[in-house]
């Protein structure tokens, strides 16, 4: 029996503490955010969950509220990681966090590390703290939880998380693997202006910035929103463009190439759905620059003030509900992973596709959307890994992608129970057409 905190109860941390309330292998659940109203809202609808405030900006706050826990889930903003990763070694207790960082550059610029590892060449200088932050958790952080015995694991939310245990999955099937697309679809349209189903900030930020690839074994920096690649698998009823978008997927399987992907050269993340169709219109208009700039006399940031005009997404039933009694335009979308490589010395091309519950049928089976679905319960999924022992005797800091194939087949066990399936079709390369 483990005790468990959530914190961040947000769409995803609150989706995933649902969870984790019924789960019979959690004995106490702490739920904690800086917002008593989120606090209290959900600790009234669970059955074994304490509620507590926290205020992430400090790290105390934090210790407080995790003694005792076996796990440390982070939903929180990017901007916290750091602090609740020290927070867990304090408490000595497992760490998952539905993202990786972009904070922890600076400790790595001040390590004695950072000579070893040179910064990839022509970074811009936000992805080139991604790509230090990254180096951090790894090279700093594993280390330090492996000292207590305790294990990391990022990149735990539906994307990064289960496409990257789906692309590990692929791996199954080639001897070697040459490039990875992942491509990601979020079909959800509704009659009103809602073009964000998770957060609008993150989502807009990661659609401001370069997109990042692995090309010839080299991480790059491409066009946002570049590149189209046209895909129409047999359940889509037409074509669907995907583009280039900043994710952490790139930079996930370019550290772990030899170890986990079979001597992976090529990957990228190409995305679709609502919120790309209305970025992508901004981006060349300069409305996604967060450079200051005047207008009629006034000093204004493009991209703030486009935001405080988007509508946060939909998180209590009620506003779900109200969306769905006004109907929805759209209730679609794909997560696919196509992974090309050889096998016996032939060409293979390993399509594994994702299948979840829409819209509609999210909210019939949880009280909740798609994305709320698909990303919290992905985070739960591995939150029953950990409660289950299915980690025991790992120590350190991995990433989602660096799964065991033991481990993938029960995260999609585990998976399937909540309508979450992997559907792998093995085809000739030559079967695909852009």
């Given at each position: 029996?483990?005790?468990?905190?959530?914190?961040?109860?947000?769409?995803?941390?609150?989706?995933?503490?649902?969870?984790l309330d019924k789960d019979p292998a959690v004995s106490e659940l702490v739920v904690a955010d800086y917002d008593m109203k989120a606090v209290n809202a959900l600790v009234e609808e669970l059955d074994k969950a304490k509620g507590v405030q926290v205020d992430a900006f400090d790290i105390n706050s934090i210790i407080a509220a995790a003694e005792g826990c076996d796990l440390i889930?982070?939903?929180?903003?990017?901007?916290?990681?750091?602090?609740?990763?020290?927070?867990?070694?304090?408490?000595?207790?497992?760490?998952?966090?539905?993202?990786?960082?972009?904070?922890?550059?600076?400790?790595?610029?001040?390590?004695?590390?950072?000579?070893?590892?040179?910064?990839?060449?022509?970074?811009?200088?936000?992805?080139?703290?991604?790509?230090k932050s990254f180096m951090a958790m790894y090279k700093i952080y594993g280390p330090k939880f492996k000292e207590i015995g305790k294990l990391a694991l990022f990149g735990t939310g539906s994307a990064p998380g289960l496409i990257c245990a789906a692309s590990k999955y692929t791996m199954r099937y080639l001897d070697t693997c040459d490039t990875i697309y992942n491509f990601v679809?979020?079909?959800?349209?509704?009659?009103?202006?809602?073009?964000?189903?998770?957060?609008?900030?993150?989502?807009?930020?990661?659609?401001?910035?370069?997109?990042?690839?692995?090309?010839?074994?080299?991480?790059?920096?491409?066009?946002?929103?570049?590149?189209?690649?046209?895909?129409?698998?047999?359940?889509?009823?037409?074509?669907?463009?995907?583009?280039?978008?900043?994710?952490?997927?790139?930079?996930?399987?370019?550290?772990?190439?030899?170890?986990?992907?079979?001597?992976?050269?090529?990957?990228?993340?190409?995305?679709?759905?609502?919120?790309?169709?209305?970025?992508?219109?901004?981006?060349?208009?300069?409305?996604?620059?967060?450079?200051?700039?005047?207008?009629?006399?006034?000093?204004?940031?493009?991209?703030?003030?486009?935001?405080?005009?988007?509508?946060?997404?939909?998180?209590?039933?009620?506003?779900?509900?109200?969306?769905?009694?006004?109907?929805?335009?759209?209730?679609?979308?794909?997560?696919?992973?196509?992974?090309?490589?050889?096998?016996?010395?032939?060409?293979?091309?390993?399509?594994?596709?994702?299948?979840?519950?829409?819209?509609?049928?999210?909210?019939?089976?949880?009280?909740?959307?798609?994305?709320?679905?698909?990303?919290?319960?992905?985070?739960?999924?591995?939150?029953?890994?950990?409660?289950?022992?299915?980690?025991?005797?790992?120590?350190?800091?991995?990433?989602?992608?660096?799964?065991?194939?033991?481990?993938?087949?029960?995260?999609?066990?585990?998976?399937?129970?909540?309508?979450?399936?992997?559907?792998?079709?093995?085809?000739?390369?030559?079967?695909?057409?852009?």
């Amino acid at each position: 029996m483990k005790k468990v905190l959530v914190l961040g109860l947000g769409a995803q941390g609150s989706a995933a503490a649902k969870k984790l309330d019924k789960d019979p292998a959690v004995s106490e659940l702490v739920v904690a955010d800086y917002d008593m109203k989120a606090v209290n809202a959900l600790v009234e609808e669970l059955d074994k969950a304490k509620g507590v405030q926290v205020d992430a900006f400090d790290i105390n706050s934090i210790i407080a509220a995790a003694e005792g826990c076996d796990l440390i889930l982070n939903a929180l903003a990017l901007t916290f990681n750091p602090k609740v990763l020290d927070a867990a070694l304090a408490v000595k207790a497992n760490y998952q966090d539905y993202n990786g960082t972009d904070k922890l550059y600076e400790m790595w610029d001040e390590s004695e590390l950072s000579k070893e590892y040179p910064v990839p060449e022509g970074l811009s200088l936000e992805n080139e703290r991604w790509w230090k932050s990254f180096m951090a958790m790894y090279k700093i952080y594993g280390p330090k939880f492996k000292e207590i015995g305790k294990l990391a694991l990022f990149g735990t939310g539906s994307a990064p998380g289960l496409i990257c245990a789906a692309s590990k999955y692929t791996m199954r099937y080639l001897d070697t693997c040459d490039t990875i697309y992942n491509f990601v679809w979020e079909g959800a349209y509704a009659k009103r202006f809602q073009p964000f189903w998770w957060s609008p900030i993150t989502a807009m930020t990661d659609m401001a910035d370069d997109a990042v690839a692995l090309e010839d074994g080299k991480i790059i920096e491409t066009e946002p929103f570049g590149r189209p690649v046209k895909r129409q698998y047999d359940y889509m009823d037409e074509p669907v463009i995907f583009r280039e978008h900043c994710h952490d997927e790139p930079f996930q399987y370019a550290f772990n190439t030899e170890t986990d992907f079979k001597g992976l050269k090529n990957s990228y993340f190409k995305y679709a759905g609502a919120g790309m169709d209305f970025a992508s219109q901004l981006y060349p208009a300069g409305l996604l620059s967060r450079e200051e700039e005047e207008f009629n006399g006034q000093k204004i940031v493009p991209f703030e003030f486009i935001m405080s005009h988007i509508p946060p997404a939909p998180h209590y039933k009620e506003e779900i509900q109200e969306i769905l009694d006004e109907g929805l335009a759209l209730d679609a979308g794909c997560m696919v992973i196509e992974s090309y490589g050889k096998k016996d010395g032939k060409d293979v091309l390993v399509e594994a596709h994702v299948f979840a519950p829409g819209v509609k049928e999210s909210f019939d089976l949880a009280g909740i959307t798609a994305e709320m679905y698909l990303t919290g319960q992905s985070g739960y999924l591995f939150s029953k890994m950990f409660i289950n022992n299915q980690f025991e005797g790992m120590s350190g800091l991995i990433s989602s992608d660096m799964l065991t194939q033991e481990q993938c087949d029960k995260f999609f066990e585990y998976a399937a129970e909540l309508q979450i399936t992997l559907d792998v079709k093995i085809k000739d390369p030559s079967e695909v057409c852009d």
